[in-house]
Every structure is written in C-alpha cells, then in structure tokens.
C-alpha cells in the first residue's frame, strides 16, 4: 500500500506498525491514539494493581518504540468519524481534521462496559489504575467489586491479599460463568472464601451510588471504593453506522479485512479487541485478549504484503492470575459443550476440556503447569483436535 493509517493506540497498532517495518513496508505509516501515552500493557493493570505504579507500567517493554517505526504518531487525536471511500481505504475525521489514507488499520481496542447513573470506578487504562489505587490508599477500605469475570476476581484477589475488605457481587449462579460456563465457574467459587473475599452470587445490582452498592434483593453494602468489572465492549462508537457491525464489533475475515455488505472492503483492516474475526477452525472469534492483539497484527500485516503465513491459525488463548491461581485456557467452547474434568480441584491442579462429540473446543489448565505445555500442542494444528474422552473414567492429565 501507498501509505497506512493505524487508528488506535494499543497493542495492536503498535504490533500492526512494528510488523510492517519488521517485513519490510517502507512507505509512510501513520498513528493515531486517544490515550495520550504510548502502547502499554494492560494484563498488570489488574493483577499489579497495587504494587506497581504508573511510571513503572507505562515503561513495561513492549519491546518497540512506536515513534521509532512510525512517521507520524499523534497519541491524543482520537478518531472521531470514518468514510469509506469507494476506490479503497478511508477518509478518517478527528478535531484536527480530516486524514485520507489508502490503506486503514481500525486498532480501537475496547472499553469497559458502564451502566447510566451508576457512580463506579472501572479499570481499563492506566489512568483508571492510578486513579483506582488512590481512592484506596495505604489503609483498610471496604471495596465492592460488581462482577466476577476475569477483571473483577483479578482485583478482588489482590486488594483481600492487601488488607481490604472485599465483596465481590456477580449476577449469575457462579465466578466467571460467562467466559467459562456456570459448572465450570463453580469451581473457582471455593478461591473467594480462602482469600478471605465475601462472593456473592445470583445477586444482581439495583443501583450504585458514592457510598455503596444495592442489590436488586434489597440488601445494601455499603463501600468506601466500588469497581463495575462486567465486561469490555468494542471502542467502535466513533464509526456511528460507517461499518456494519457484527455484535457491535467490526467484522473482518481470516485477512483481517473488514468485511462489508457484499465481502472484503479494500484498503480497511481491523485487529485486537475492535474486532471479531471468521476463522475456519472457531467460527467467529471475538476480540478481547491479550493474545490476539498480539499475534493478530502479524497475519494481517503478511496477508497485506502477500507473503506467507507460517503454520496453523493461532487458537484463542487467555491467561489469568487470580486468587493464588493461574488459568490457561485455549479455544472458544460453546455453553452447551461436554465438559471433562481431568484431576481434583479439592485437592490441587485441574483441567477442563471441552467437547462436542469427539472434537476437543477448549481446555482450561488452573494450577497444572505439565499440562499448559499440552493442551497447546492439541490446539497447534490445522483443524480442531479429536480425542477419544472416556465417559467416566476421565483420564489422569491431558499426556495420557
Ligand atoms: P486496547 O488495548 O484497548 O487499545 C486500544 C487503544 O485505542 C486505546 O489506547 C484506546 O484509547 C485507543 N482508541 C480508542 N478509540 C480510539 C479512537 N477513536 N481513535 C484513536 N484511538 C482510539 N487479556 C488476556 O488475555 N489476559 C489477561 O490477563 C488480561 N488482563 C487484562 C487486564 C485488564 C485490566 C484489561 C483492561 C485487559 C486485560 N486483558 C487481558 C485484555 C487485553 O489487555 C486486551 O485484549 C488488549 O489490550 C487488546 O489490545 P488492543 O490494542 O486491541 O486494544
């Protein structure tokens, strides 16, 4: 392409300049971001909440120096508006004016879902971390955390750890219920009560305001600090009804081009958490972690250049600290996939598989490091894994 435009300032725009330069592209690129700092990593925001500062993680090595690769970097011109223009590429509006460029990489990320009229802190900049860590402080606050996905149990855990008093309130019957599935999440419910936090669940929230939470149950916890960790939305409110939308995320294919009404559109990609992507192995992979804002920019910036791309698609993969434990999960299982558990969460380590008939869709390894290694190689291959699960007597670890 003539020139690049990168709208976003995150992992994914800056792994989608450093992969041009790394194969090659020499023409122009452009940034453009909204957060006035350069790409950092989000993953410690949470589980380094405390004991890290900002200096510190906005330093966290990325291992590229966005100004260095990229022409033009203005990291507080958010993009406000887009045209698609008919020969190709798009014409980007912002406050400062308007850029046309002939090839677009949308890298808007996500932000965190708020509810209207509800007064909470959320957690998905650096600025929110800072700002979340002060209203804490050095002495024993009571805080209230709305949601137990992977945010909500990665905060709670470290500030019990620090001498606050936490509960944690979640909607459904059960912690991560949503990314996991409701038997499943049950089984990280026992976590809560060794940290020392109060979980809640099938306690849905009425009402927030500055000085506790209300469930819908009539119960009131008060708070001196409440988080509302229920989730990230794709940041594709500035495109207005530029694109359509699928789950209110930019749909692309297996290129990472946006896909319009009638297929492809030429000279607009998308990448990271802005994204939901077609993939022959998963279905639709939506955005949303770290992995795919990481690794994504490479393939897209490949296929833009035509050249090769190297070995089986990357599966989705997640990673969570979070009350004394470590998860690894790979694949996008369906709610309704068997689930076979392999060792006792009683008593240490264990994994989950899942599947639909004899296809494995998911593994999730908590407190197993042997089987990390494992359950990767399953997923390392073109099509999705078969294994023969035994029905009832599930075997020892994923090597056997
Ligand atoms: P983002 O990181 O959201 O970056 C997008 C950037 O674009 C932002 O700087 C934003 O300000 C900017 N932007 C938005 N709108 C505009 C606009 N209109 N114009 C210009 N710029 C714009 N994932 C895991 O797999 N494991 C984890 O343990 C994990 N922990 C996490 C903990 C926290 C607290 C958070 C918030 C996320 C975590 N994630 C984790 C998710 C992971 O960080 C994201 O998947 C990843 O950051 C996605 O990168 P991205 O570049 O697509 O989007």
């Known amino acids: 392409p003539p020139d690049v435009l990168v709208v976003g300032g995150g992992l994914a725009a800056l792994r989608t300049v450093a992969a041009l330069r790394e194969h090659g592209y020499d023409g122009p690129v452009r940034v453009l971001g909204a957060e006035g700092v350069a790409p950092y990593d989000r993953p410690p925001l949470s589980k380094h909440l405390l004991d890290r500062t900002s200096p510190a993680w906005l330093a966290d090595d990325l291992g590229h120096d966005l100004h260095a690769l990229a022409d ?150 008060a708070a001196d600090v409440v988080l509302v960790a229920i989730g990230a939305r794709p940041a594709t409110g500035w495109l207005a009804d530029a694109l359509p939308l699928r789950g209110g995320a930019v749909a692309v294919d297996e290129s990472y081009r946006v896909l319009g009404p009638t297929g492809p559109l030429t000279g607009l990609l998308a990448v990271g958490d802005v994204a939901v992507r077609r993939s022959a192995r998963h279905g639709w992979v939506p955005g949303g972690h770290w992995d795919e804002a990481l690794h994504g920019p490479d393939v897209l910036v490949r296929r833009l250049l035509g050249l090769a791309v190297d070995g089986p698609e990357a ?78 007597h599930p075997p020892e670890d994923l090597r056997t």
């Open 72 to 221: 033009d970097v203005h990291l507080a011109r958010p993009a406000r508006g887009l045209e698609p223009r008919p020969g190709g590429g798009a014409v980007v509006r912002t406050d400062d004016g308007a850029l046309t460029s002939s090839c677009v990489v949308l890298a808007t990320g996500a932000r965190a879902v708020t509810v209207p009229g509800w007064r909470a802190a959320t957690l998905h900049t650096t600025a929110d971390a800072d700002a979340l860590r002060a209203v804490l402080g050095d002495d024993r606050r009571r805080l209230v955390v709305v949601g137990a996905g992977w945010i909500g149990a990665e905060v709670a855990g470290v500030c019990a750890a620090a001498g606050h008093e936490v509960t944690v309130v979640e909607a459904r019957p059960a912690p991560l219920a949503t990314a996991l599935g409701e038997q499943v999440g049950a089984l990280t419910r026992p976590w809560y009560a060794t940290a020392g936090v109060d979980l809640r669940t099938s306690a849905p929230v009425a009402a927030v305001d500055g000085t506790g939470v209300d469930l819908a149950d009539g119960t009131r916890l």
């Open 315 to 392: 599966t989705p993969y997640v990673f969570s600290t979070q009350l004394g434990h470590d998860l690894t999960m790979f694949g996008l299982p369906a709610p309704d996939d068997r689930t076979t558990l392999l060792g006792d969460p009683a008593t240490g380590g264990w994994t989950t598989l899942w599947s639909r008939g004899d296809v494995v869709t998911g593994a999730l390894v908590v407190d197993r490091p042997r089987d990390v290694g494992a359950a990767r190689r399953l997923f390392a291959r073109d099509d999705l894994p078969r294994v023969a699960l035994p029905a009832g």
